[in-house]
């Protein structure tokens, strides 16, 4: 999973891969997906790059050595440099550096996709600019995983990364999202799951919701319901490991032509006819466009 403290699930028994040789590899920098759970889900490709980069670099540089070490794969010297959030600026220039003078660069977050809800952003746009080439490993990703297994639609989704910590942020950010019409995807912490739940089964009850945690781990669960029945689990409160939450669509909001045409009259009466079919549409949760023509036809009436 693209968020903290994620750590890949060792299999003891044996090691998965034994590498010896490195061949060489080209320059530039390579964005490797790692496990969100289970080891043996790394890809052939990403054991490569690893065993053949010049320079190693890692969100958290214990957890890419012990991946490492369950796959057989040699350090051979090689240093595993720590880039993260707090100490981005300061590393970056090293690891600039090093592509700029025709070396490869492996860079692995805690776990999942580089870049999703994860440190390396200002890593990859730099190296662009500088004119290395950047290549990403596709693999592992808690967000497509959860997706996946939610049976929500997925021909159209958003990803959100984490909701505002605070209440008042959380609730704004849930009220403009919820509105998209799209199945949404966030990452939460589970201490604060049933929070945003009950934030959003005030916004929404009926919306279809899932609980997606611990993926590909032991303890995977996933668990489905309206985010008003969710809202109400006990077994929110007392959630462990990374959690995923896929929110379906809006439901589906009946509202009948006398009630809405009253409010475009009032709001027609204060404003223009663009910004009255704005209001009402959001007062309404209804699509503006539609709203827009019937304030239209309104007013040729008139």
């Keep these: 999973m693209n968020a903290r403290n994620d750590r890949p699930e060792a299999e003891p028994a044996r090691r998965l891969t034994a590498h010896v040789e490195a061949p060489r590899l080209e320059g530039g920098l390579y964005l490797v997906a790692t496990p969100i759970g289970a080891a043996r889900d790394i890809t052939l490709r990403a054991l490569d790059v690893l065993n ?72 990859a746009l730099d190296a662009a600019e500088a004119g290395a080439r950047v290549n990403a490993l596709p693999g592992p990703s808690a967000s497509l995983v959860a997706l996946s297994l939610s049976g929500l639609p997925s021909d159209r989704f958003m990803f959100l990364g984490f909701p505002p910590s605070t209440a008042t942020a959380r609730q704004t950010f849930l009220k403009t999202w919820t509105a998209v019409d799209s199945t949404l995807i966030l990452y939460e912490s589970p201490r604060r799951v049933n929070r945003t739940l009950t934030d959003l089964a005030a916004i929404d009850p009926n919306r279809m919701t899932v609980i997606a945690r611990e993926l590909t ?86």
């Design 52 to 123: 053949s980069a010049d320079m190693l670099a890692a969100e958290d540089t214990r957890v890419l050595r012990h991946l490492m070490d369950i796959h057989g794969i040699p350090l051979r010297g090689r240093r595993v440099l720590p880039y993260h959030d707090h100490n981005g600026n300061r590393a970056r220039p090293a690891l600039l550096a090093a592509l700029a003078e025709g070396a490869s660069v492996a860079y692995c977050s805690d776990a999942g996709t580089p870049l999703i809800a994860d440190p390396g952003y200002r890593l």
């Design 217 to 302: 781990k032991k303890f995977e669960e996933v668990i489905r319901g309206t985010a008003a029945e969710l809202a109400a689990d006990p077994r929110m409160s007392t959630l462990k490991g990374e959690v995923v939450m896929v929110l379906d669509r809006p439901s589906a909001v009946e509202v009948d032509d006398e009630k809405l045409c009253k409010m475009l009259e009032h709001y027609m009466a204060l404003m223009s006819v663009k910004d009255a079919a704005k209001e009402a549409s959001q007062q309404l949760g209804l699509p503006k466009r539609d709203v827009y023509q019937r304030a239209l036809e309104l007013a040729d009436k008139k």
